[in-house]
């Protein structure tokens, strides 16, 4: 089972993803924020129907990986959202349908966090970053309809379950 309708065309821009990943840190997030884009002006180049989309919460689907990164298609079913959270490695992101909410946090301490920044995120958007930090977000789909967005981490999912650092509690103020 391929998630994947080009998998040759895409297979070459992830490894070229991949080479990338291995030189500067401005080298790699622009590969990948051109990688992102590439995927999301080609839709056809994701087998939808074969996306793991829970019918709550948030489904994750593995599309490449190396020992330098990963990459992933996730689905937002209505009401999905992520907690208040920072990466251990580099985190780019786009939305290929759907919309999502991003919100940006400040810490106030190890675990709690003020919100900074509130915006809703349509097809087409792309963010990249470095965990240079602090970078807390929290992503959510509140929407009617299920989300789909595609995130290129500096992990291997091998070794670790997660990209996810540290996450937080929301502090009033």
Known sequence: MTLLTHPAEVEAMLADLALAARRSPDAYLASARTTLLNILARPDL????????????????????????????????????????????????????????????????DTHAVATLDVVRSPGYVACMMPSGPNLHRIANDGPEAAISIHVYGYDHRAQASSVHRTYEVAAG
């Not at 907690?83 to 919309?99: A, K, N, R, Y």
């Open 46 to 109: 994701l087998d939808r129907t074969r996306l793991v989309a829970p019918p709550e919460g948030l489904g994750r689907n593995l599309l490449f990986g190396t020992r330098a990164l990963s990459v992933w298609a996730m689905v937002w079913s209505p009401g999905a959202v992520t907690p208040v959270h920072d990466h251990h490695c580099s985190c780019c992101f786009g939305l290929l349908s759907g919309s999502l909410r991003e919100t940006w946090y400040r810490p106030i301490s």
